[in-house]
């Protein structure tokens, strides 16, 4: 048997050891195997069908930001940015569904301002904000998801300007989110960006108001 005191002197550093060699022989062949592949099936549907590609992840890019998954596209993004792309078709969809989360917040605190609900309206402003400026967390789990109809009328907004983003081949760098988003965007694409951004920052919160008039269910009911 060995000492207690041993296990503890010796169980860190070899477990060390042999995770950093599994890292290194296994987990890291093999995730470079994966992440290769996804971003040779990126680059293989922007090229040929951009529009579908962004309509895709301007979709589904907010609820994998509720599972997590959304990370993994950050190493995506920078084998984009280091093929002869010298640059990523990602981001700038990901920066404007960033904005469509904020905007369908701000919807929803002017449907709290009507209701007269102080706090929930002072929650809705606050993260709506924080959206506008690529943090979309506060207002996805703090109003858009509990709500749910901001969350629909974000992901269909991002879907549609996905879908032009990707069908005009905008590429960026990874860099900020959000409205500042447009310095991280190649020169040449700013106009459509901009138009884009534009579009992101009324849409959802229009639609937002106009679908509360007819949720009829628990949600509704959260704001009546």
């Known amino acids: 048997m060995v000492h207690d005191?041993?296990?503890?002197?010796?169980?860190?550093p070899i477990a060390l050891l042999v995770t950093g060699f599994l890292a290194f022989l296994v987990i890291g062949p093999i995730a470079l195997w994966i992440g290769t592949g996804i971003t040779d099936v990126v680059t293989f549907l922007f090229n040929r069908a951009g529009w579908l590609g962004g309509a895709i992840?301007?979709?589904?890019?907010a609820p994998l930001v509720i599972t997590g998954l959304h990370h993994m596209f950050l190493?995506?993004?920078?084998?984009?940015?280091?093929?002869?792309?010298?640059?990523t078709y990602l981001w700038p969809i990901l920066a404007i569904s960033n904005i469509c989360q904020g905007s369908a917040a701000f919807g929803a605190w002017f449907?709290?301002?009507?209701?007269?609900?102080?706090k929930e309206e002072g929650l809705a402003l606050t993260s709506g904000i924080s959206g506008l400026l690529g943090v979309t967390e506060p207002a996805m789990f703090g109003v858009n998801i509990p709500?749910?109809?901001?969350?629909v009328a974000a992901i269909l907004t991002s879907c549609v300007l996905g879908s032009i983003i990707g069908a005009s081949k905008v590429l960026?760098?990874?860099?900020?989110?959000?409205?500042?988003?447009i310095i991280s965007i190649?020169?040449?694409y700013w106009m459509v960006?901009?138009?884009?951004?534009?579009?992101?920052?009324i849409v959802p919160a229009v639609l937002t108001v106009i679908f509360s008039k007819f949720a009829k269910n628990k949600a509704k009911e959260m704001v009546d």
């Open 111 to 118: 449907v709290y301002k009507r209701r007269k609900m102080a």
């Open 75 to 87: 190493a995506v993004d920078f084998q984009l940015m280091g093929s002869s792309l010298k640059g």
């Open 147 to 151: 709500l749910k109809y901001p969350f």
């Open 57 to 61: 992840y301007g979709l589904f890019y």
């Open 5 to 12: 005191s041993i296990k503890m002197l010796v169980g860190g």
């Open 193 to 201: 960006y901009a138009i884009c951004t534009i579009i992101a920052v």
């Open 172 to 181: 960026g760098n990874v860099g900020v989110g959000g409205v500042p988003a």
């Open 186 to 188: 190649q020169k040449e």
